[in-house]
Every structure is written in C-alpha cells, then in structure tokens.
C-alpha cells in the first residue's frame, strides 16, 4: 500500500513538472516570435487612432496616449464620455497599462467607484475583449486596443456587471401604479410599509403620516382622508372615524347633544315632611312646596 | 495573394494568411467568421472602411472588430 502510495505522489509530481515544462516552452517561443512594432508602424497606428478618436492626446511628460469616447448610453442610462489612458511605460513594463475615466460620472447609487457597469476604480473588466486586448497591446496595435475598449465600454452585459443598469440609479417600482420611481421621489406607506411613487401618495388629514392610496381611508363623517391608525372605533357604535369627530370616544352620532344650562329647568329638592326647616342663613329658608 | 488578417472576436487572431486571388472582403468574412453577420462587425482594410465587394491585394491588412464586446 505504501508503495502504490509512493507511486501515485511520484507520478502526480512528475505531471505537474511535465506542465510547467511545457508552460515554459510555451512562453520561450511566443516571446522569440515576438518582433518589436516598427516605429512607423506605431506612428501609423497613432494617425489611424487620431482618425478613429477625434479627441486624441498625447502627453509626453506623462507618457502617455489617450482617447475620448463618444457619449455612452447604456439601456436608456447616461454614462457620460470616457478617456481611455494608455501608460506607455506601464506597457513596457508589461503590467496593466491603461485606465478608463469617467470624464462626466455618473456613479452607481450603490457603488461610488462604479462608473460603469463594467468599469470599477477606472478598471476595465474586459471580458470578451481580455485576450484581443493583450494580442493588440503585444502587436503594437494601438488603434485596435483603443477600438476594443470603446466597444466593450459601448456594450452592456446584464449577467455579469460590477452594478446591474436596472439599480444603476436606485430606481424601484411603485407597488401602487407599477411605475419605476427614483430614490429621491420614493415614499413608504406608513401601514403596509410599500414604495410608492409621488402621485400614490397620501397624507393623512391628522398626522401627517404617509400611505399608499389601498390604505388611506376617508372619515365616514368628515370625509377628510385618514391613515388607518387614525381611525378609531367609536366607542358605542364601534364605527371607525377620526379623531376630529369623536368626543369622549363616542362618534358624532353616537355622542349626546351638548347640555346646555340656561336651557336646563332648575332643579328642587323634595325634603320629608318631618324634615326640620333651619335657616342657611337669617331670614333665608328653604321650604318644601 | 497574402494579407495581415486581424479578427478582434474571441480568442482574437492577428496574422498573415493566404487567400485565392480575387477574393472579396465578403467572402473573407463568410470564410473566416461562420456565424457572424458583416453588420455586427467593423470591417477595415488598410484602416479604412471597406465595400463587401472589394477585392482583397496583396498585402492588405483587413481587421474585424465586433460592434459589441462584453465586458465582465
């Protein structure tokens, strides 16, 4: 057992090694195939960019070349213009070599270094353009680079983006009328706690609370609308309205007319007839009728 | 006839190829991209915007960039 044991790590190390090998070999002979760009192959690359990018620079003591894109909407969504920024010695270096800028951002409300939905701390995640990217750069071909990336910039992929476009600006949907409604315009229903939209949306007459046009009420004797919790049985009938129209928790109709004193009659008292009569004071005396 | 063919799709391919005389960017296109539309597509040759009948020369760079790259 413990020979077979030995066997099998023998033969798994001796696969690894085998691939490292070819690895190797692999990267010796695409870096011997590999012939340095002429310069006026470069020089004509940078003409055709500058044709291709109307707003092209290139900045000598920052070495580097840069490209302006066009305006990007993204399903109905202003992302604005981006500068693609090409590190020329960064390039030399072989590390990553350019950033993508948002020049007008518009931000993902949830993320504040999205400005993009694949583009994330001026970082392009390049996706289907990885390896035309990397052929482009080894080649010297700026012009396709900078293509390359305005077409991924210009493309939206829904199933794998740093902040999907459909809660790029916050948007939710009124659960009343179905209408999409920004974070700014949105209200919750005090009651059912739903997001609606502005038109959805009701005060009530006495608190001032918000709620969803299902679950505002109006008083049965007012009218006036009123949040649910403002409505309040009558103590008597049991009829839920405001507290505007309850006294000592009765509703209107449920509650006794106001007395009034001058209107009362006056009240006598009957005393017995061996009652003893005193005097409250001289002179003064009630006597029974 | 020779040319520098350039494809910007997938796994990318930038390199010299022989192709009959008298072949037209559209049947380079057909040939080489199976299951791609010309409209989804930036064709060029020699930097510039090409006609699908133009006929291919000697020496010829012609690149295919797809409108659409998506992103991760």
């Known amino acids: 057992v413990a020979r077979d044991k030995s066997t099998s790590q023998l033969v798994f190390s001796l696969e690894r090694l085998q691939n490292q090998i070819q690895h190797l070999i692999r ?42 894109t066009g305006e990007i909407y993204l399903e109905g969504i202003e992302l604005g213009r981006f500068q693609i920024q090409l590190d020329i010695l960064a390039l030399a270096r072989d590390t990553h070599c350019y950033r993508v800028i948002a020049l007008t951002p518009n931000r993902a409300a949830s993320r504040d270094d999205a400005t993009h939905p694949h583009v994330l701390d001026d ?27 305005d077409r991924t910039l210009q493309t939206y992929n829904s199933e794998s983006a740093y902040v999907s476009l459909n809660n790029w600006e916050d948007h939710t949907t009124c659960d009343c009328c179905g209408d999409r409604v920004s974070e700014c315009d949105r209200y919750y229903c ?43 049985p009558c103590g008597a009938c049991q009829r ?49 009728a | 006839v020779k040319i ?51 006929v291919l020369r000697e020496g010829d760079r012609v690149s295919f960039t797809p409108v659409k790259i998506e992103g991760a």
């Open chain 1, 27 to 68: 990267s010796l002979s695409d870096e011997s195939r590999m012939s340095l760009p002429s310069h006026r192959f470069l020089y004509e690359e940078l003409l055709d960019t500058r044709e291709e990018f109307p707003d092209f620079q290139i900045d000598l003591r920052k070495n580097t070349v840069s490209v302006t």
């Open chain 1, 123 to 149: 970082q392009l995640c390049e996706g289907e353009g990885t390896i035309p990217l990397q052929l482009a750069l080894q080649a010297g071909r700026l012009s396709d680079f900078f293509l390359i990336v």
């Open chain 1, 190 to 232: 005090e009651a059912c706690e739903h997001a609606t939209c502005d038109e959805c949306s009701t005060s009530c007459s006495h608190c001032d609370g918000s709620a969803c046009d299902a679950c505002i009420q109006r008083c049965p004797h007012c009218d006036k609308r009123s949040c649910a919790a403002c409505l309040t």
């Open chain 1, 240 to 288: 839920r309205c405001c507290p505007v129209c309850q006294t000592d928790s009765l509703c209107e109709d449920c509650h006794a007319p106001e007395t009034n004193d001058e209107e009362t009659p006056p009240t006598t008292t009957t005393l017995p007839a061996d009652a003893t009569v005193q005097s409250d004071r001289v002179g003064e005396a009630l006597v029974p």
């Open chain 2, 4 to 54: 520098l063919y350039i494809n910007n799709d997938g796994a990318g391919f930038a390199d010299h190829i022989d192709i009959g005389e008298g072949t037209t960017v559209s049947q380079l296109f057909s040939k080489r991209v199976e299951h791609g539309q010309p409209s989804d597509y930036l064709i060029r040759v020699n930097r510039q915007p090409a006609a699908a009948d133009q």
